[in-house]
């Protein structure tokens, strides 16, 4: 499949520790340009995150922290929201379907699902799944009953 855009991203991180910045920046700004992305390089990723289609149209803002096994659709916007400071953190086993937006300082919990083209502006709990404009949970909680 070639270079996606988390190898550039990983690219420019090993360069900034090996304190090459100019040479990093070079990196993410070539990896942005091929996949029309933008991961930023101060964003923390698990090494086990994935992106859809090699990372075609996804923003990631500088802050955001992504947990292992996630997955990240194509053209996913996680970044702050106009005006309120703070950027998401998405949990652990977390699928994000494509198109969705996840805006301010909001957490996503483990193993929770978004959505295509969901936008999400408050805090999703664990296992939740999600979707729609506003993000509304779709799963029905049913409380356990007791025999």
Request: aromatic share 4%.
């Amino acid at each position: 499949m070639g270079p996606t855009a988390l190898s550039f991203y990983w690219a420019a991180k090993r360069l900034q520790a090996l304190k090459v910045p100019r040479l990093a920046g070079v990196v993410s700004a070539v990896g942005n340009r091929l996949h029309n992305s933008h991961v930023d390089t101060r964003a923390a990723l698990h090494p086990s995150v994935e992106l859809g289609y090699g990372g075609i149209g996804v923003i990631i803002a500088p802050g955001v922290e992504i947990g292992e096994n996630s997955f990240i659709s194509q053209n996913v916007s996680l970044e702050g929201a106009p005006g309120i400071a703070g950027v998401p953190r998405v949990g652990r086993d977390v699928y994000i379907g494509v198109g969705a937006q996840v805006l301010g300082p909001v957490t996503v919990g483990d193993g929770a699902k978004i959505g295509a083209n969901a936008l999400v502006m408050e805090d999703v709990p664990p296992g939740a799944v999600v979707a729609g404009i506003p993000a509304r949970d779709l799963k029905k909680h049913i409380p356990p009953t007791g025999t």
